[in-house]
């Protein structure tokens, strides 16, 4: 199935281009770190749900966050949500971030649904209007970064230049994370590993009298590992994606089959089972993700959970589905 071309204002639109306009009924969001993530599967993904639930709105939303003029982060305190309040002199919002990195372990649980309800939905409610009593479902997406690798594992790393400006080098062949701080990027792993396993053992969020359906997926170690085989880009990753997008995502059997042939993909494996699997030995810093059994599931194919084995067995091919129109 080939998809139309979009512009940046109706990209996640359907052929059918008054359906963000004029159904608000069912919403179903995806989070996410990047512009990149939204760049490359912004169109198919919204495609795929809108194949399944055509009377569905799909927003992409990155996480909203204020900074200072230095760029750096303001921590605001759930308990007295002073998010909501008026900026003050020197602060802006910014957008984007990995929020299993950002977050320390002390009242995690709590800090992690607030980024998630204000930081991502309510921002969007408020500039969207869509409703949250009609937020069907929220997807999140991370990358791993390499948060179960073992503390040994990561090494330290001297920038071969002034230019080398790569914090934390990745090294699949080895299984190590090489970092210009080390230390550093063992107290991330510690946050991310805390965050991704509090995040992988719910199946909803509350926000204000709403519990929705919520889970979680990955790309490892990152995105443009998974689709641009590089785990270290450190430019051109919006320009990759729309590269991805063009020649992959416009057509919907050659996006799903991408996943699909690929052993990389291991969510037919099971939801579960492919969280276990990541986060064994060095998997997490090696080329994996299980985007595909969200791809199943958009299909009506949800896979049932495995005993771990790594072998890919085609669960589904998309050659002759039929799409709806």
Same mark, same amino acid.
């Given at each position: 199935?080939?998809? $139309?071309?979009?512009?940046?204002?109706?990209?996640?639109?359907?052929?059918?281009?008054?359906?963000?306009?004029?159904?608000?009924?069912?919403?179903?969001?995806?989070?996410?770190?990047?512009?990149?993530?939204?760049?490359?599967?912004?169109?198919?993904?919204?495609?795929?749900?809108?194949?399944?639930? $055509?009377? !569905?709105?799909?927003?992409?939303?990155?996480?909203?966050?204020?900074?200072?003029?230095?760029?750096?982060?303001? #921590?605001?305190? &759930?308990?007295?949500?002073?998010?909501?309040?008026?900026?003050? &002199?020197?602060?802006?919002?910014?957008?984007?971030?990995?929020?299993?990195?950002?977050?320390?372990?002390?009242?995690?649980?709590? *800090?992690?649904?607030?980024?998630?309800?204000?930081?991502?939905?309510? &921002?969007?409610?408020?500039?969207?209007?869509?409703?949250?009593?009609?937020?069907?479902?929220?997807? !999140?997406?991370?990358?791993?970064?390499?948060?179960?690798?073992?503390?040994? *594992?990561?090494? +330290?790393?001297?920038?071969?230049?002034?230019?080398?400006?790569?914090?934390?080098?990745?090294? #699949?062949?080895?299984?190590?994370?090489?970092?210009?701080?080390? #230390?550093?990027?063992?107290?991330?792993?510690?946050?991310? *590993?805390?965050?991704?396993?509090?995040?992988?053992?719910?199946?909803?969020?509350?926000?204000?009298?709403?519990?929705i359906p919520y889970e979680v997926y990955y790309f490892s170690s990152n995105l443009d590992h998974f689709i641009n085989n590089d785990a270290n880009m450190k430019t051109d990753k919006v320009l990759k994606a729309r590269e991805f997008v063009r020649k992959i995502g416009m057509n919907l059997n050659t996006f799903c089959n991408f996943f699909f042939d690929d052993e990389a993909a291991v969510g037919?494996?099971?939801?579960?089972?492919?969280?276990?699997?990541?986060?064994?030995?060095?998997? +997490?810093?090696?080329?994996?993700?299980?985007?595909?059994?969200?791809?199943?599931?958009?299909?009506?194919? #949800? $896979?049932?959970?495995?005993?771990?084995?790594?072998?890919?067995? *085609?669960?589904?091919?998309?050659?002759? !589905?039929?799409? +709806?129109?």
């Amino acid at each position: 199935m080939d998809l $139309p071309k979009r512009n940046k204002e109706n990209r996640t639109q359907n052929k059918n281009s008054n359906r963000v306009n004029n159904s608000k009924k069912n919403v179903i969001v995806f989070l996410v770190e990047g512009l990149s993530d939204i760049t490359a599967l912004e169109i198919p993904l919204s495609n795929l749900v809108y194949n399944k639930y $055509p009377d !569905h709105t799909v927003y992409f939303l990155l996480m909203e966050k204020i900074v200072n003029n230095s760029g750096e982060e303001i #921590e605001y305190d &759930p308990e007295k949500d002073e998010y909501d309040g008026e900026l003050a &002199p020197g602060l802006k919002y910014d957008y984007g971030g990995d929020i299993t990195a950002e977050i320390p372990e002390n009242n995690a649980e709590k *800090r992690i649904e607030y980024r998630i309800t204000k930081r991502f939905i309510l &921002p969007a409610v408020k500039q969207k209007k869509f409703y949250i009593k009609n937020i069907a479902k929220i997807i !999140h997406i991370v990358d791993m970064d390499g948060a179960y690798v073992s503390d040994d *594992r990561i090494t +330290s790393y001297t920038p071969s230049s002034e230019e080398d400006t790569i914090k934390v080098y990745y090294d #699949e062949q080895n299984g190590e994370l090489k970092a210009i701080n080390p #230390e550093g990027i063992r107290i991330r792993n510690i946050h991310k *590993r805390n965050n991704i396993d509090k995040l992988v053992s719910r199946n909803t969020i509350h926000l204000q009298t709403r519990t929705i359906p919520y889970e979680v997926y990955y790309f490892s170690s990152n995105l443009d590992h998974f689709i641009n085989n590089d785990a270290n880009m450190k430019t051109d990753k919006v320009l990759k994606a729309r590269e991805f997008v063009r020649k992959i995502g416009m057509n919907l059997n050659t996006f799903c089959n991408f996943f699909f042939d690929d052993e990389a993909a291991v969510g037919h494996m099971g939801y579960y089972t492919s969280w276990k699997f990541i986060k064994k030995g060095d998997n +997490s810093v090696k080329r994996y993700t299980n985007i595909d059994c969200l791809i199943l599931k958009l299909l009506g194919k #949800e $896979p049932e959970e495995t005993d771990g084995n790594k072998s890919k067995k *085609r669960l589904y091919t998309v050659k002759n !589905h039929k799409w +709806s129109n």
